[in-house]
């Protein structure tokens, strides 16, 4: 554990983030140019409440399909920034230990991501018939409990990055007491890009920008880009911000047992 205060870690990590920029600028323009080009399909793919022609069925199979090849993109691009801050590692190797941080990584998020459905549908047949209409009610208790889980999980994902296995229990213990601290540092951290993204969707807004208009070939490159930018940023950011909180607070998860 290494001591610091809350915005001593925000600052390291927007420091982090600009070191990584710096440093392993290939990565990130690689990172940057695959992710705005898949983001251009998941776009095209993606059907929107307009007028006129809706996109082939073969075009949003493909959209699909690039939206899952970008997440799996985005989990690679933690694991990269993870070890750079916490081991600093550079661009190479391109997959480290064979594949294994990223293969956990990608095994807790599928996790996570099943018991979140199974517990949403549990809710939904339990909750349901007293609750007429009472849809909006039950998505914000499953969106709570998964904000909940998701902090106190959170010292895990740059634990994994770094070679330690599986140890659901051992992050929630080191998170104990810190769910305010591990949520708020991350968020101040992301802040920047966050406020960035919302005045550009109100000047998107005030401008009469509409689903028709991005429809059009120039507005979804546009688009991709931007949402590039905006995800990578993010990713870069609230990345970083873990790798700090893991020194801060990850006891369990850096016992010989785990690693």
Wanted: proline letters at 5%; glycine letters at 8%; aromatic letters at 12%.
């Amino acid at each position: 554990m290494q001591q610091m205060t809350f915005m001593e870690c925000v600052k390291r990590a927007w420091a982090s983030a600009w070191q990584a920029a710096v440093q392993m600028p290939v990565l990130l323009a690689g990172t940057f140019v695959i992710y705005a080009a898949l983001g251009w399909f998941g776009l095209a793919g993606r059907p929107v409440p307009a007028e006129g022609a809706a996109p082939s069925a073969g075009l949003i199979l493909l959209g699909n399909l690039a939206s899952l090849l970008n997440s799996l993109l985005y989990l690679w691009f933690t694991l990269k920034i993870s070890r750079f801050v916490l081991l600093g590692e550079r661009s190479a190797p391109l997959m480290p230990a064979g594949a294994k941080p990223f293969l956990r990584i990608f095994a807790v998020g599928l996790i996570l991501a099943v018991a979140l459905g199974a517990f949403a549908l549990l809710l939904w047949v339990v909750l349901r018939p007293q609750y007429q209409g009472g849809a909006a009610f039950l998505f914000l208790v499953v969106i709570a409990i998964w904000m909940f889980v998701a902090v106190r999980l959170s010292l895990l994902f740059p634990a994994l990055a770094v070679g330690s296995k599986i140890a659901f229990s051992a992050a929630w213990r080191d998170s104990r007491g810190h769910f305010w601290s591990l949520f708020g540092v991350t968020f101040v951290a992301a802040l920047p890009i966050a406020v960035c993204g919302l005045i550009v969707l109100i000047g998107m807004g005030l401008a009469g920008v509409t689903p028709e208009i991005v429809r059009q070939p120039g507005w979804l490159t546009a688009l991709a880009i931007g949402q590039s930018i905006g995800n990578i940023v993010f990713a870069l950011l609230t990345t970083t911000a873990l790798a700090w909180l893991y020194r801060r607070y990850a006891q369990a998860l850096t016992s010989p047992s785990t690693s």
